[in-house]
């Protein structure tokens, strides 16, 4: 009887159908690659707060980037859906921090759950753990968390995949999900890179495109060496009309750095593609902040002004963000997504201003009460904190 009041209300429904039958596919493949030791005891949350992990191995792509899998302390990792990352807590040079990484590998195993870090410049979290963590070294982490997934009720069939640099790891575990699963769903998806040597998994994605008619790919290198002949330019209006015609169609999912994920947005929407139609990642904090629009011109970024949190007095800089300044001091404050999203690094703004980079998800009572998320907030002068 249940099911058939379902089936009646999926019925009304517009996607109604496909949902049904996303929903038999999902029933089928479940559960069969799960391993007996990472299946949660009843007594066991399904989704705790702190993760003990061990690395496993790491393996070096040779394209400035490594694999590190991680396995479980104590023998669980907790389901997660491709898409989403885990935030890694790491402890360098006396400092406590901890930075989001998309989980790259596919939730149809829970054996091990890996994350593909790439160099940057100037980095500090990735320089630490492509230059010291080696198998056996041990860190915490939470989640898996994040919105940047699938989902079948909201979400078009047919994807549209627009990833740079290593903002391709998200794009693959949804990858390899739908590709083995047999998931009924048609994937376009373009992956923007400086030069070929610096596309992650491109040999694993070419194959996947050779392999299944309903996954194509295309990597678009911005500054190719001669003999290139594959794609060049940027993922723009011009190269997506022609090779995702039917974008129209398509959900778009947008991961890299900050100037790609804009430029990519503003491409969407020049072509008519509504918001609600397009799914962002932002890869954290931008670097050049100073560059966000109405960041406030007399600032530089590097002034240092003073946050005072209860007795306690800390050095921050204007072109770093509270967070930032308040791990530096010792200061533990709860984080997640570092990128505005999930709440959990909000503290009370006292006195003082602050300068608030997009992307925040506040709510109405935070805004009302004078909270902000200090992942995403930058002294503008001294300030005073309530943690
Ligand atoms: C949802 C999400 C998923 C992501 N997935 C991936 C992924 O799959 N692969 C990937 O490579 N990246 C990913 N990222 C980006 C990743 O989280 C890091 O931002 C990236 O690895 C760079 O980290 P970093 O610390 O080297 O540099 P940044 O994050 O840019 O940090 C540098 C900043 O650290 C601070 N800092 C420097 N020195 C110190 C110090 N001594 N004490 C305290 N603070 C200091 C300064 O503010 C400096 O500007 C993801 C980000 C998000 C939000
Ligand atoms: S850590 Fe998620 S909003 Fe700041």
Redesign the pocket.
Known sequence: MAKNIRETLLGTLEHGQEIMENIRVMRAVSGDKIPTSSVAKPSEAIHRRELKLVVQSVMDTGRQ?KIFRFVSEDGYLPPFEAGQ?INLFTQ??G?R?S????I?SSPRQRAYYE????R?K??????YLLDQVKAGDRFTANGPA?VFRYQPVFHSKKSLFLAGG?GI?PMLSMTREILEAGLDRDVVLLYGCRSPEAALYHEELTAYAAAFPNFRYHLVVSDPVEGWDGEKGFLDETLIRRLAPDFAERTSYICGPQVMNDFCKSALEAMGVPEKKIRR?????R?DIQNEPGWPKELTGDEVFTITVGERKLPAKSG??VL?AL??AGVRVNVC???GECSLCRVRLVSGDVFLARGMLRRYADEKYGYIHSCKAYPMGDIEIML
């Open positions: 980037a990352y360098i040079g400092v921090t930075r989001p990484y998309s790259s994350i593909t870090v790439a940057t100037d980095g500090f979290v990735s320089d994040g290593s790891t990642e932002m890869f954290g904090a670097r770093e963000s930032t791990e530096r997504c570092r990128s």
